[in-house]
């Protein structure tokens, strides 16, 4: 599966954005599909992810009550809207698409890789 993700940029502290996630190649609906982000200096990590029908999300403790993550299988398309946005959040973030039932929160327990998108929050 191919994935393309947009929708970043840059945004003031307590604003909103929401990433897009665009997949093709393969059946949609038959991969976990996760966001991770990464800050400059830091190791890739776990924001979100959501189950194959889309009625299961889970987010890292950071980003709960903040972030939403949600997937339209029929545009295979996965989406993250970030709300209250903190100066914290400004990472590269990429999107991720898992085989496995289970992925977790491991980047390497996701097989495929969008190109990632920045998102900066200014203070």
């Known amino acids: 599966v191919q994935l393309q993700a947009s929708g970043g940029g840059l945004v003031q502290a307590g604003g909103s954005l929401r990433l897009s996630c665009a997949a093709s190649?393969?059946?949609?609906?038959?991969?976990?599909m996760g966001w991770f982000r990464q800050a400059p200096g830091k190791e890739r990590e776990f924001v979100a992810r959501i189950s194959f029908s889309g009625r299961v999300p889970s987010y890292a403790d950071s980003v709960k009550g903040r972030f939403a993550i949600s997937r339209d299988n029929a545009k295979n398309t996965v989406y993250l809207l970030m709300n209250s946005l903190k100066p914290e959040d400004t990472a590269v973030y990429y999107c991720a698409a898992s085989t496995l039932v289970m992925p977790g929160t491991m980047p390497n327990r996701y097989g495929f890789w969008g190109q990632g998108t920045q998102v900066t929050v200014s203070s």
């Open positions: 190649g393969r059946t949609f609906s038959n991969y976990v």
